[in-house]
């Protein structure tokens, strides 16, 4: 499949909704906790497979709010599956130059997984072949409801005018400021939704979706969605021909 790609068609941002894990788990009469390790394995797998390819910017929607409402015990599975993740993946990080950034409220992590994330962000702070985004507690509607305050409470100091407000000035506030919007957002298992992800950023990416599992979402798939998103003509609300990134 990868030899059907047009290198120079490679989308620079892929955000990515990683959706089945339970459902894998219970097909296979497995507890939801292989559901979730398998999935780590596959997170493992596409970020390679994406650096290889030249995605530049690959954001994983990791841990939403409403995450939180799940029972304890996987909630707590998750972050060791994530700390374990972060020691593990470091050394391939590095040698692989991607740069690790988290996307959310990272104060309401849990500690252990805020001081293993901050170690790998500040030892791969100088990477610059692909940006690996992890959105962790994260929400969507709060990421716009926090970037608002940030900007009345600039205009109430008298730092920012109202009338010089713009896209690019509100952009600023998001966690995702200096990265380009995503290009592609692909979610897997069948779900047809957005569920509170990426919702300004999102305003022209292609959508991709796909019933297959996210522990089967592998790297064939991965081509698959990227193949898919080249065939495609991108107007952004223009008409006539493509129009140049």
Known sequence: MAESLDTALVP????????GNGRWAQRR?????????????TAKAIVTRARELGVRHLTLYTFSRENWSRPKDEVALIFDLLVEYMKGELANLLDQDIRLLVLGDFDGLPFVARQSLAHV???????????????LNYSGREEILRASRALAQKCAAGTLEPESLDEAAF??????????DPDLIIRTSGELRLSNYLLFQAAYAEFYFTDTLWPDFDAAELERALADYQRRQRRFGKTGEQVAE
Not at 12 to 19: E, Y
Not at 123 to 132: D, G, I, S, V, Y
């Open 12 to 19: 620079a941002h892929v955000a990515v909704i990683m959706d």
């Open 121 to 135: 962000m500040a030892k791969t702070a100088h990477c610059r072949a692909m940006t690996l985004n992890l959105a």
């Open 171 to 180: 952009a600023a506030e998001l966690y995702t400021a200096g990265q380009p």
């Open 29 to 41: 009469g497995l507890s939801r906790s292989e559901g979730h390790r398998a999935g780590t394995r």
